[in-house]
């Protein structure tokens, strides 16, 4: 194994994380527990992770041309992204060339792409997932329709947090979600995927850890998503030992499909002992249930996942340290899961600059409570600034304690937007 070094010098270990957000700012801090020089990317100044990195570049990630420049000027031993929204093009040319991206600039590609990911889960794994149709015109999503029936789902290839998706649930809501699809894609018009609706008891995310040693499976999370974006998570998420081994299989066949070394996050609908890996918004066994809120884009990421942020209450190496320890070689010879843990989200709503927190004291009153602020610099209309933690005796106990003290939490920002 290489000699780790110390930053700033000829010795250091340089590694550049695409994206600088709060997940970014986490695995910075493990990495500089390992003397690792580390330098953030992203598309505005002072982002989360920028602010606890040796330096930062602000910089159009899905602009080839700059993405290369900033990686040829710092030269780094690993390109880590930290986002999906990124040129992956440029990341297979600078792989080949000899450049280093993890896990791998092919996994970073695929789950950047529903259709890519889609393709090599069902296609090529036979993995079982919802019943689907890739349109790229307004005829072939027609006759997805056709075939699929309602209620459904539809939603650009690549988007993320939500854009662009819509339920469908008869013929009078086909012109808008079509319109609203391909308004919501990253790069503008283009393919869209339909999916089916699926039956479901709950859905987790299952961190799965290739390192030098094989292949780690953290205990499941459970999690509750709202817009698209993650509200609460919990671990461990009770499920039968045949649904558990099930998704451990699947997992580990679409991680070692994708290669290289990390944490990815993959993510399942369970029904009874049936495990599916789908992008759809699920059918709740509970036909109450408001489905138009149930749109999580469910899927597999090649990196730290926003609900595994419970992993920084729940276990005794965090999905951060994992990550940090498998893309720099480091064994991990065991894991071990602290009890009944939960995390909430804590948003803030407006326009505005330099927040500040306030009922920081209230929040962590209770023992074993937790929190983490991002340090975001700004808020424009819905963001995410802060997540709050909590260990109990029981799942139920500690969900109700983390969302207790993310209430106890109050955002004001305290300049206008620029």
């Not at 992770?49 to 330096?55: D, F």
Request: contains cysteine; hydrophobic residues 40%.
């Amino acid at each position: 194994m290489r000699a780790f070094g110390t930053p700033l010098t000829a010795t250091a270990r340089r590694v550049l994380l695409l994206g600088a957000g709060e997940l970014g700012k986490e695995l910075v801090i493990e990495l500089q527990r390992y003397a690792c020089e580390v330098i953030a990317v992203d598309r505005y100044a002072h982002a989360p992770a920028m602010q606890v990195a040796h330096r930062s570049h602000v910089i159009d990630m899905l602009d080839g041309a700059a993405l290369r420049r900033v990686i040829e000027a710092e030269k780094p031993e690993l390109i880590v992204p930290e986002i999906e929204a990124i040129h992956t093009p440029t990341l297979l040319q600078l792989e080949a060339e000899g450049c280093t991206v993890i896990p791998t600039a092919r996994a970073a590609r695929l789950t950047m792409d529903r259709e890519g990911i889609r393709r090599l889960a069902a296609e090529e794994l036979k993995l079982p997932t919802s019943p689907y149709r890739f349109c790229g015109t307004r005829a072939e999503f027609d006759a997805a329709l056709a075939v699929l029936g309602y209620p459904c789902v539809v939603k650009p290839v690549m988007s993320s947090s939500g854009k662009g998706q819509s339920v469908l649930r008869g013929d009078a809501d086909r012109d808008h979600a079509w319109d609203y699809a391909q308004q919501g894609g990253r790069a503008g018009q283009g393919r869209v995927i339909v999916e089916g609706f699926v039956d479901f008891d709950f859905e987790i995310t299952l961190l799965t850890v290739r390192h030098a040693g094989g292949t780690l499976f953290c205990e499941p999370i459970g999690h509750r998503q709202e817009d698209g974006d993650y509200r609460e998570s919990w671990q461990p998420q009770g499920m039968s030992i045949e649904a558990l081994s099930a998704a451990h299989a699947q997992a580990g066949a679409i991680t070692t499909a994708l290669g290289g070394h990390g944490v990815f996050g993959v993510e399942f609908f369970v029904c009874g002992e049936d495990v599916i890996f789908s992008e759809v918004s699920p059918r709740p066994h509970d036909t109450g249930r408001d489905l138009s809120r149930k749109n999580a884009s469910l899927k597999v990421s090649p990196r730290p996942h926003d609900t595994g942020l419970v992993t920084l209450i729940s276990q005794d190496l965090s999905e951060f340290a994992l990550h940090a320890r498998a893309i720099l070689g480091l064994p991990i010879p065991i894991l071990h899961q602290l009890g009944p843990s939960a995390s909430c989200a804590v948003l803030a709503a407006g326009d505005g600059r330099a927040p500040r927190y306030l009922g920081v004291d209230a929040a962590l009153r209770e023992p074993d409570t937790q929190l983490r602020i991002f340090g975001k610099p700004e808020v424009k209309g819905r963001r995410r600034m802060a997540v709050t933690l909590a260990r109990a005796e029981d799942i139920d106990s500690a969900r109700a304690k983390a969302r207790a003290a993310a209430a106890a939490l109050r955002v004001e920002c305290t300049a206008p937007l620029a």
